[in-house]
Structure formats: structure tokens, C-alpha cells
């Protein structure tokens, strides 16, 4: 039923009119060759708020990201696509395509994939509990880290005031934050011709304005509160597109990001220990990496071309 519903067997406000059968997807931006560089592993990996079928998605940068990791299990926190946005025009590039067909592919390899859809891809819970290509669909799930803390792992939306009491409100603040992406997009594609890195305009903004900062931690501290109440050690969500850690007397909070403007992932080592990555750093890093004694960088570039 859920593959029905993918490949446009099954109508849903015509949010999703047909999409490809990934097993049959070749991908536009191929995958590296296992010799071309070792994969980072991890034990776990959450990411959300990718929002495909939006202009605004980060696509090019969220491959570069699947094709450099690897780990046993990974959460897609919600808002994976942006039904909200399809709704109104759709828009679906190659590139969207070669994104779920690297997490298709990815559970065929044995990667655990638990997907619990978020409030911008909510026609997905519907679906909760049935499995797809190796995926599984669940509400929120409970993870249990390599030393022993349980983690509560939820969107994030059903704490969100502004989506339970004034769900119209969402939609405008929705169309606001797309006209912002449009602008940030813009700006990145003047930095890049003038060699310059990656830069987030809504992640300054954040930062900068008070009522957003505010907003931002109030929605931290009750999503930390529901975590308490649960009886688990901590809660991963995403939904408010701000990558971060915060300890609420002894309860973990972790915010994954979004791969929209921050471009963020969350991850567990083999130990337990928990990091934020932010993609357009770990990019920067590995750029910048000197090149081995007696190579060119010429040679260097030809090498991972």
C-alpha cells in the first residue's frame, strides 16, 4: 500500500502524483567507488528537515554527506519532503530523486532507516507502523545509546504553540521562511563565484533576533519537560531548523537541524558520545586538508574527480 501510495497508486490531495521505482533509479550524481576515500562510520545518525520538493533544499550538500557516512542505524526525523509545498506547485529535481534513492539503497545494505514524519510531511503518518523498501514508519521511537541512556526521538511539531493553536499562523510563517531561502539561496550562489564558503542567512537571523531566540528556547525547555516526564534520559527532534545540545537538570536535549540552511546532522559514536556535525564545516575542513607529500594538487584534484 505505502509503495502504491510512492508511485502514485494511491492519491492524497495530490500531493504526490507519481514517483519513480527507485530500484530501477540509476542516480544523476553517482556514488563514489568504494576505493574513492573511507566512509566515517557511526553507530547512529539522525537527520530531518531535509523538506524535498522545495527549492530551498540543501540537496548537493546532503549527498556529499551520504556518500562520506555510514552507520548501523538512522532516523529521518520528519519533514523529509515538504508535502505543504508540493501542495502548491511541485517541484521535484533529479537531484530529490538521487537523495531517496541513496536511503533506499542504504536499507537494502542493512542500515536500520526509522522514519517518523513531521508536521510538513505529516500525510506519512497514516502509514505508521508499515514498513517500505526497508524502511520503517513509526510516530516516535525510542533509541538506546552504546552506553545505556534511552532517547526519546520525536519531530518536534506537537510541542510547537504556534502548529497546535494557530495552524494557519504556521502557514504564513511557512511562506515568510521560503521567501527567506529564495534570498539566502541567492546569496550562497554570489559567494560560491566568488569562492567564498557556505553561509546561512536564517541561521544568523536566529542568532541575532530576540523574539526568535526566545521562541527557540522556550520550545527546548518544554520538549526537554516531555522528554522528563516519559522517564527517559533525553529527546532528539528537529523541527525548528536550530541545531542543538542543551542539558535540562540531568535531560538531554538534541536538535539534528535541518539540511535547508544549517545543513546539520546529529550522530553517536561507537561509544555513546553524541556530536552535532555541521556539514559545511566538516566540507571546509576536509578542502583545506593539505595535500600528501610528493602529490600535485593537480593530481590530488584528479584523483577525486
Wanted: with cysteine; net charge negative.
Amino acid at each position: 500500500m505505502f509503495g502504491a501510495f510512492i508511485e502514485g497508486g494511491i492519491e492524497n490531495d495530490g500531493v504526490i502524483a507519481a514517483f519513480p521505482r527507485f530500484e530501477d533509479h540509476e542516480p544523476c550524481v553517482k556514488e563514489p567507488d568504494p576505493g574513492q576515500g573511507e566512509r566515517r562510520k557511526f553507530r547512529t545518525i539522525w537527520i530531518s528537515d531535509i523538506h524535498l520538493g522545495t527549492r530551498g533544499c540543501n540537496a548537493e550538500m546532503l549527498i556529499d554527506f551520504l556518500d562520506s557516512v555510514d552507520s548501523d542505524t538512522m532516523y529521518l526525523v520528519g519533514d523529509i519532503i515538504d508535502g505543504w509545498r508540493l501542495k502548491k506547485k511541485f517541484y521535484w529535481p533529479d537531484s530529490h530523486n538521487d537523495i531517496v534513492w541513496r536511503i533506499l539503497k542504504r536499507a537494502k545494505r542493512g542500515t536500520r532507516i526509522v522514519y517518523i514524519p513531521g508536521n510538513h510531511d505529516e500525510m506519512f503518518r497514516q502509514f505508521t507502523g508499515l514498513h517500505f523498501g526497508g524502511v520503517e514508519i513509526r510516530r516516535a521511537a525510542f533509541h538506546e545509546t552504546a552506553d545505556g541512556r534511552r532517547l526519546m526521538v520525536i519531530h518536534g511539531d506537537e510541542f510547537d504553540a504556534v502548529m497546535l493553536a494557530h495552524r494557519w499562523l504556521a502557514f504564513v510563517g511557512d511562506a515568510l521562511y521560503t521567501m527567506t531561502m529564495r534570498l539566502n539561496h541567492s546569496v550562497n550562489v554570489v559567494r560560491r563565484r566568488l569562492g567564498l564558503p557556505y553561509w546561512s542567512l536564517s541561521r544568523m537571523a536566529k542568532h541575532k533576533v530576540k523574539n526568535a531566540v526566545e521562541f527557540i528556547s522556550r520550545y527546548e525547555e518544554v520538549v526537554a519537560r516531555a522528554a522528563a516526564q516519559r522517564g527517559v534520559d533525553g529527546v532528539v527532534c528537529g523541527h525548528i531548523h536550530t541545531a542543538e545540545f542543551r542539558d535540562f537538570d540531568g535531560i538531554e536535549y538534541w536538535n539534528d537541524g535541518d539540511w535547508v540552511e544549517g545543513c546539520n546532522a546529529l550522530v553517536e559514536h561507537a561509544d555513546g558520545t553524541m556530536e552535532i556535525l555541521h556539514w559545511a564545516d566538516e566540507i571546509a575542513r576536509r578542502d583545506n586538508q593539505p595535500q600528501p607529500t610528493g602529490i600535485s594538487a593537480e593530481a590530488g584534484i584528479a584523483a577525486a574527480a
